[in-house]
């Protein structure tokens, strides 16, 4: 009811003159009126006078503010200045923006460009932290620690002898390593060599794990003993740490020469593809130096006395969570997983992960003392987890980040306080962000559009994928540097109007259902903000009758899961119908990949029983009743309906309410209006008022029969008497 039924926003043109009004012993002006009502979200009147055509705009103060209102109106203007001067050009290359936005768009909301140290690589500001503090403790694993001077001695050994190997400047080396000490001193060897690495990871399928040795060509493998049998067929030089200790120790332990400069390749890490085979994404020096020297601008030496280091380095959280400390003096604390923090002796003062982790870490023990500091990235974050978060009062800062592995980690920053709005905030240093639509024109502030990412910490592109590089690594259209370019994100974001991007989700999870266009991301954002709902998934799946419908996956926030009645209500305050799930399912925990995102392949398929609902369920006794469930059953492919549930809150929709329609029809036989079946949503009501109108039929109306024919004999009688003469009768 809260819209207008026909239509939501209107244009009027007032082209009729305004008469002149002569009144006797009056004077009359023409004076504007304002009632202070909106009678649509907004409409936009324009009259034709004398001066031109003058506009006036009325909006929803619901919907829309002044500022809001200001720039759409100045967006208009600009179109028709657009279209008048150059009636010819194709309506995309139409002007939108005023100067002034474009200016703020692409300049200065980019204007992010410091110095850094462009002519380093990363294990040279390792090597210059050492010299600063050699007898610090620079990484520690369960009883295990290691000095910047250890870990740099023993780095060294390992990388003399991969030279010895011809392990050079763009020679990759793959590391399948567990976590340990060696898995660090392996990372920085390769780097100290003039190398870069490939990770993979000991838990993927061999099949896997030959493909990314095979496709980045790798040259050498460093392992451990009990891994070598993933590599059945290698045709790389395998080196095991552990069974090769003898010989490494006996290599030089000072710094060595190599010929690595900060345009050389750094590491290359595999991400999953949309065509199911993994790309690699490759990363240089320089880049990753950027990111270095941006964290230290950030990042305070109390932030970083110790990073846990809990991400699989298959995933480029772990190159924060690595080379930041390490490149400042701080202590990289080494985990299996991030839900042993808890469990650490070593004191932990930030924690760098995704937010279903901390998630979980806040429902088992909370974050231990010693945390200040946590980074969360790689999922969207909600301001209910950030709340949670800070009442454990010893944390200081909550940081969300944002960042594709195509640009070095992270892309965009924002601090976020206790009583601040979630975003992904702006560009880190050196680097621009530009929302674009589909012909790479910006957009307005509070419009959607498509992230695109330009600026120092850009990777090459995918190893050995040139095709697929180009298209997503375009030519920079807003800079004239030679070689600028800009990443194709697949991410859709809003800028807000102090410069903060509100992230809005994938672009590829849009669908489409009975003719709507839906994002999930923004179901799911609605959903998360019932207090009742800790994680929520949104997914479009094919029912038994191969129909799309909106399965919404959902991990409670309390001991008492909330009933889909209420969730079903919450939702018909923020989003239209079409936009409300169909089915929710509970689970107890999201199924997650090994870098701690939803696995949304794991999803459940929604099974056939009747939902938590507020009403209780009551078996179907009349004949009607049972003919109405029975309907019911088939069509929502539910096993077990009350008479007082709800159809809507069962999955229903207006098309599936239609079908009911036309089966019940059929087999009373009889006409029955949807009107009505939309104003008796339950089997118990329906059929109250199907018995009293089949009652009315069968009972009522024979007795209105009976009688009027008794009525018309009365009266054939009378006529018959009165023509006797007996009028006593009457």
Not at 257 to 273: C, D, M, R
Request: proline share 5%.
């Amino acid at each position: 009811m809260s819209y207008n039924p026909l239509f939501q926003v209107m244009f009027v043109l007032q082209n009729v003159p305004t008469p002149n009004l002569s009144l006797s012993d009056v004077s009359v002006t023409y004076e504007e009126g304002y009632n202070g009502t909106s009678k649509f979200d907004l409409t936009l009147f324009m009259e034709d006078s004398q001066q031109g055509l003058v506009a006036t705009c009325e909006y929803n103060t619901d919907l829309f503010n002044a500022d809001t209102i200001t720039r759409m109106l100045g967006h208009f203007q600009t179109l028709l200045e657009s279209i008048v001067s150059d009636p010819e050009q194709c309506i995309s290359d139409l002007q939108l923006l005023t100067p002034p936005e474009v200016r703020q768009l692409l300049i200065e909301w980019n204007d992010t460009k410091t110095d850094y140290p462009q002519d380093k690589c990363i294990h040279q500001l390792f090597e210059a932290q050492v010299e600063k503090t050699p007898s610090d403790i620079a990484v520690i694993f369960e009883n295990q620690q290691l000095t910047y001077q250890e870990l740099n001695s023993r780095a060294n050994q390992l990388a003399h002898y991969l030279q010895q190997l011809g392990v050079k400047p763009e020679t990759i080396v793959g590391v399948c390593m567990k976590r340990s000490p060696e898995m660090a001193i392996a990372l920085l060897a390769i780097l100290k060599a003039g190398g870069a690495y490939v990770p993979l990871d000991p838990a993927y399928p061999q099949e896997r794990l030959a493909f990314m040795l095979k496709d980045s060509q790798a040259k050498v493998l460093l392992t451990q003993t009990h891994l070598v049998e993933l590599f059945t067929k290698p045709n790389v030089h395998i080196v095991c740490i552990d069974r090769d200790a003898q010989l490494l120790n006996q290599q030089n332990t000072e710094n060595l020469f190599s010929e690595v400069k900060p345009h050389h390749l750094a590491y290359v890490i595999y991400t999953s593809g949309s065509t199911g085979v993994p790309k690699g994404v490759a990363i240089e020096h320089r880049s990753c130096v950027a990111l270095l020297t941006w964290s230290r601008e950030v990042f305070t030496d109390d932030d970083l006395t110790g990073v846990l280091a809990s991400t699989s380095i298959c995933f480029d959280l772990s190159v924060f969570e690595l080379f930041v400390p390490l490149s400042w003096g701080g202590t990289v604390i080494l985990v299996e997983n991030a839900l042993h923090l808890p469990s650490l002796t070593a004191e932990v003062s930030l924690v760098n992960t995704v937010p279903s982790i901390i998630a979980e870490l806040l429902q088992v023990d909370g974050l231990p003392p010693s945390v200040r500091t946590v980074n969360l990235a790689g999922e969207p974050l909600q301001n209910q987890l950030v709340q949670q978060i800070y009442q454990n009062h010893h944390i200081r800062k909550v940081f969300n980040l944002y960042g594709p592995s195509e640009d070095t980690t992270y892309s965009t920053f924002a601090q976020v306080n206790r009583d601040s709005n979630v975003t992904i905030g702006r560009p880190i240093t050196n680097t621009q962000i530009y929302l674009l639509d589909t012909k790479l024109q910006p957009i307005p502030i509070g419009v959607p559009g498509e992230i695109y990412i330009g600026g120092a910490g850009l990777a090459r592109g995918y190893l050995n994928r040139s095709e697929l590089t180009n298209q997503r690594f375009l030519t920079n259209p807003f800079s004239s540097r030679i070689k600028s370019e800009l990443y194709k994100t697949g991410d859709l974001a809003r800028y807000l109007p102090d410069g903060n991007l509100e992230y809005l989700g994938r672009a590829d999870h849009q669908v489409k259902i009975r003719g709507f266009r839906i994002e999930l991301g923004e179901i799911e954002n609605a959903l998360l903000k019932y207090s009742g709902v800790r994680e929520v998934v949104v997914l479009a799946r094919e029912d038994k009758a191969g129909e799309k419908q909106l399965v919404a996956y959902i991990v409670s926030s309390q001991s008492q899961i909330p009933t889909v009645s209420a969730l079903r209500n919450y939702l018909k305050e923020l989003l239209p119908d079409y936009m409300i799930p169909g089915v929710f399912t509970f689970l107890d925990t999201l199924p997650l990949l090994p870098n701690g995102k939803v696995d949304r392949r794991a999803l459940p398929v929604p099974d056939s029983l009747r939902p938590t609902l507020t009403t209780t369920y009551q078996v179907p006794q009349s004949q009607m009743e049972q003919q109405i469930a029975k309907l019911w059953q088939e069509v929502l492919h539910i096993e077990q309906v009350g008479i007082h549930d709800n159809f809507f809150d069962l999955g229903g929709h207006s098309l599936l309410m239609l079908k009911v329609n036309n089966k019940l029809r059929a087999i009373l036989q009889r006409d029955i209006s949807v009107v009505t079946m939309f104003q008796n949503p339950t089997i118990y009501s329906l059929a109250q008022y199907l018995s009293q109108a089949t009652e009315e039929k069968y009972i009522f109306e024979p007795m209105r029969d009976r009688a009027n024919k008794q009525i018309e004999a009365i009266n054939r009688q009378k006529q018959l008497l009165s023509k006797q003469g007996r009028k006593k009768y009457e």
